[in-house]
Nanobody, 119 residues
Framework: QVHLVESGGGLVQAGGSLRLSCAASGRTFSNYIMAWFRQAPGKEREFVVRISWSAGNTLYADSVKGRFTISRDNNKNTVYLQMNSLKTEDTAVYYC????????????WGQGTQVTVSS
């Protein structure tokens, strides 16, 4: 029963910062890939960034590279997304996701947290 719970969303001005958290439970995630996706109204779900739990290898979408940083805390079993220099186009529901390394699909998803960036 893998369970992912996002928190930290809210309203922020363009140029500001926000940190999202994803609390993971239900199993050990040492062989898992953790990721953040986002979806704006009327648009398709978009990949933002991923991280391997064990090695900490990361991959960022071009749209957020240099502005967003993903990290994880082993003791707290939590993944974070630090978002800096936010733009209005970053407005979306942000979802935490997880998959086993050998899987090509993200099998586990959180409920999402709303991020709204005002101009």
């Amino acid at each position: 029963q893998v369970h992912l719970v996002e928190s930290g969303g809210g309203l922020v001005q363009a140029g500001g910062s926000l940190r999202l958290s994803c609390a993971a439970s239900g199993r050990t995630f040492s062989n898992y890939i953790m990721a953040w996706f986002r979806q704006a109204p009327g648009k398709e779900r978009e990949f933002v960034v991923r991280i391997s739990w064990s090695a900490g290898n990361t991959l960022y979408a071009d749209s957020v590279k240099g502005r967003f940083t993903i990290s994880r805390d082993n003791n707290k079993n939590t993944v974070y997304l630090q978002m800096n220099s936010l733009k209005t186009e970053d407005t979306a529901v942000y979802y935490c996701a997880a998959r086993a390394m050998e899987d090509g699909v993200y099998n586990y998803w959180g409920q999402g947290t709303q991020v709204t960036v005002s101009s």
